[in-house]
């Protein structure tokens, strides 16, 4: 795997999915299924993707005791997706469960990453709603050290974070970063956002791209030129 855009499907169910899907006909796009599209469709849209010929991320965010986020793991482990994830601030004995459970018999396993803070969070809310009393910048790094400490691959943290983590956590530690967002295009409710260009120069490995892709006129061109100013570098 390497530098790779990844297009977040929030459909609201399988068939938006392929109507979306259908306009992709030169290249397969990694994909990510979210919440929404997995708990009404199930498995079945997780195959029925794969058999199609995309690669998948199923953020499914487990968040849990570390006895059951296991169990929850090897529910998911026989999907045939590439990537899973936790939240972190499930602590360390957490995430060490998730990464026993997601572990095949043969053992291979999807990648395995956690969300440290999520995108939408900022300062003003870590401090005045979550009561952490730290700079946003200490805590995703913190987060990380304990990320990395468990043995996972990565993480899920703004672009602008990216690099900092890379410094911390060394250059084969993924950072898998969502919050993308061209000039002129809707912020929505992400708070810590950046462009494609952007992002690949400070080091993210994996962007994730929802609505600006999903909502656009020309879809297709949108997913197009991410891959062309993050993966190409043009
Ligand atoms: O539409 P947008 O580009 O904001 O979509 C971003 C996607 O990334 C959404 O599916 C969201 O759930 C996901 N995500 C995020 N922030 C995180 C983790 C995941 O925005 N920290």
Do not use: W
Not at 47 to 66: C, Q
Not at 168 to 176: N, Q
């Amino acid at each position: 795997m390497g530098k790779d855009v990844i297009i977040a499907l929030d459909f609201p169910g399988a068939r938006e999915t392929f109507n979306f899907l259908d306009k992709f006909t030169s290249r397969k796009p990694f994909v990510k299924i979210g919440m929404e599209l997995f708990y009404l469709e199930g498995p079945y849209i997780v195959r029925e993707l794969k058999a199609r010929g995309h690669k998948i991320f199923l953020d499914l965010k487990l968040h849990d005791i570390p006895n059951t986020v296991k169990g929850g793991m090897r529910s998911l482990r026989n999907l045939g997706v590439d990537m899973v994830n936790v939240h972190s601030a499930g602590g360390i004995e957490m995430m060490r469960a998730a990464l026993e459970g997601l572990t095949r018999e043969d053992g291979t396993r999807p990648l395995l990453i956690a969300v440290t803070q999520l995108t939408s969070i900022s300062q003003e809310k870590l401090t005045n709603e979550l009561l952490i009393n730290a700079p946003i910048e200490d805590v995703v790094i913190h987060y990380a050290r304990n990320v990395f400490a468990a043995g996972l691959d990565g993480v899920v943290c703004s672009p602008l974070e990216a690099g900092k983590i890379h410094e911390h956590l060394g250059e084969k530690f993924l950072t898998i970063t969502p919050g993308i967002r061209f000039a002129g295009d809707s912020v929505g409710d992400q708070a810590r956002i950046t462009d494609p260009r952007r992002a690949k120069e400070l080091g993210s490995d994996y962007i994730v791209v929802g609505r600006p892709i999903t909502k656009a006129q020309a879809p297709v061109e949108i997913y197009e030129r991410c891959v062309k100013e993050f993966c190409e570098g043009d």
